[in-house]
């Protein structure tokens, strides 16, 4: 019966929350194309245009595209971005999974939280991919190494956004939960992660990114594939065009994937603001 109550409570409560925000949100700004990107993008483009006119060994934005287009289905890029996209995936993943395990554990628990998080923080501030040379006499140069840089990078946010919110979960929470006599579990589904996660959406956001970033460098350093490869050795060969697409396709990437996020973000801050 309390269990019944519980519920009934905290859908009441999300209903209430749902129809505030429509509520409140301007009618104007349904649908409306956000200006911003489209003006950093622009000034991006322009820069990336002076700066072709300025250094020979810049190419210019579409040159850039149309040797992206001209050589996208070639065998060396296919192959370079089918191990980029698993080794970086697979990275993300793996950081997601273990960053909301950790993220939880110190959330929810202070002792916990007092013994891991100074360790974590740590961490987090040493030079990352200064520990790829031992990464590569472990692994090798195969897409072990890789995919374990990219979660390096990439599980940190997920532990600290994660974890920062769970432990910063309002009192009232827990007052309304033993008022209605809620489970631990049933509280923690219904009220202490449903608080945490924008700020989740913001880690997997930079997990996203971070991860990918973690495998590139990996692969500019030392592997046997991959678009990071493609850059330096285009690099080392003068191939400025080539190198270039590379570079393209992954700023495209990386933005494609950073957006959906940020707009996955943004809707949960609506639905739990």
Request: hydrophobic share 55%; aromatic share 8%.
């Amino acid at each position: 019966m309390s269990g019944d109550r519980a519920t009934a409570a905290v859908a009441t409560r999300e209903e209430a929350a749902a129809l505030a925000s429509r509520r409140d949100r301007p009618a104007g700004r349904r649908g409306r194309i956000p200006v911003g990107p489209l003006v950093v993008l622009g000034v991006a483009v322009a820069v990336w245009y002076l700066l072709s006119l300025a250094l020979f060994v810049v190419p210019d934005p579409l040159a850039t595209v149309r040797v992206l287009a001209g050589n996208f289905s070639s065998e060396e890029f296919t192959d370079a971005v089918r191990k980029t996209a698993v080794d970086g995936l697979t990275a993300f993943v793996l950081s997601v999974i273990a960053g909301v395990l950790l993220g939880a554990l110190i959330g929810l628990s202070a002792l916990a939280r007092r013994t891991l998080e100074p360790a974590i923080l740590a961490l987090n501030g040493i030079p990352k991919i200064a520990i790829y040379p031992v990464l590569m006499l472990v692994f090798g140069l195969g897409s072990a190494s890789q995919v374990t840089m990219g979660f390096i990078f990439g599980v940190f946010p997920v532990i600290i956004n994660f974890g920062g919110a769970l432990a910063a979960v309002p009192a009232i929470y827990g007052k309304v939960a033993r008022s209605l006599s809620m489970p631990w579990h049933q509280r923690l589904l219904k009220l202490d992660i449903p608080a945490a996660l924008p700020s989740l959406a913001v880690g997997l956001r930079l997990a996203f990114s971070l991860s990918l970033v973690g495998v590139v460098f990996a692969e500019i350093i030392g592997s046997k594939g991959g678009l990071g490869q493609i850059i330096i050795s285009k690099y080392t060969l003068a191939q400025y065009d080539l190198m270039g697409a590379a570079v393209l396709l992954l700023i495209i990437t990386s933005l494609a994937g950073t957006t959906s996020l940020w707009a996955l973000e943004r809707r949960m801050a609506r639905r739990w603001r």
